[in-house]
């Protein structure tokens, strides 16, 4: 059974920091792999998606990589802004259906 | 812009009352889903579909059922609701196959009294 750990739970950080936000999963049989981010209270927001065959993917400020065979993946953040504040999801495709992470609340202070 | 809206943002029921969450998505989607989510359990899937009047299990069906008679909407449906079904209930859908990337609509609070 596919399990998914994020690392931290929590983070605080200033305003302009760069970070990283950690996901990692037990079964390297995956189709792709999905980050979201959560604001309180709301629906999921779609930031990146890697197929199983990518290394990484890019948005603007936000670049997130994949390694199968450690089972992790990384959503780095650069240059955070308190607009960034929010809970970070990773979500894997597995066989039939997507399994969520326990999520990265976030918050960054001006 | 894919768009998947829910029909409340908001809603209070009485338990054993029968409760209808609707799902509508504009992006031609062949897969729809229903989450649930709730406080350090995370998102949990109760039904999805991938096909027009096809609906497959979850890991959480138990006391509710679903509806797609239109491919653009999923309806979820707690047949006598109760208290233990107060949660978040989050909409996606999704092109058909595993590889394709969910979009989720606004959520619904319920709230079971």
């Known amino acids: 059974k596919q399990e998914v750990t994020q690392i931290p739970a929590a983070l605080s950080v200033p305003e302009g920091e760069n970070l990283v936000l950690n996901c990692s999963f037990t079964?390297?049989?995956?189709?792709?792999l999905q980050w979201f981010r959560q604001d309180p209270g709301k629906g999921l927001t779609s930031l990146l998606l890697i197929q199983s065959s990518q290394r990484e993917q890019t948005s603007g400020r936000l670049n997130a990589s994949l390694d199968k065979s450690s089972g992790r993946s990384t959503l780095y953040i650069a240059a955070s802004q308190p607009g960034d504040s929010a809970t970070y999801l990773c979500?894997?495709?597995?066989?039939?259906?997507?399994?969520f992470g326990t999520g990265t609340r976030l918050l960054v202070s001006p | 812009d894919v768009k998947v809206t829910q029909s409340s943002r908001y809603l209070v029921k009485r338990t054993g009352e029968k409760v209808f969450l609707e799902c509508v998505q504009d992006?031609?989607?062949?897969?729809m889903f229903w989450y649930r989510q709730d406080p350090g359990l995370g998102l949990r899937l109760i039904y999805f579909?991938?096909?027009?009047?096809?609906?497959e299990k979850g890991d959480i069906p138990e006391g509710y059922s679903v509806s797609r008679e239109k491919k653009e909407r999923f309806s979820l449906i707690l047949e006598s609701a109760s208290t233990n079904q107060t949660s978040m209930y989050l909409c996606?859908?999704?092109?058909?196959?595993?590889?394709?990337?969910?979009?989720f609509g606004p959520g619904t609070r319920l709230t079971v009294t």
């Open positions: 992006m031609d989607h062949e897969n």
């Open positions: 979500a894997l495709t597995g066989f039939q259906k997507l399994v």
């Open positions: 579909s991938y096909d027009v009047k096809m609906k």
């Open positions: 079964d390297s049989a995956i189709y792709n």
């Open positions: 996606a859908s999704s092109l058909s196959g595993r590889a394709h990337e969910q979009y």
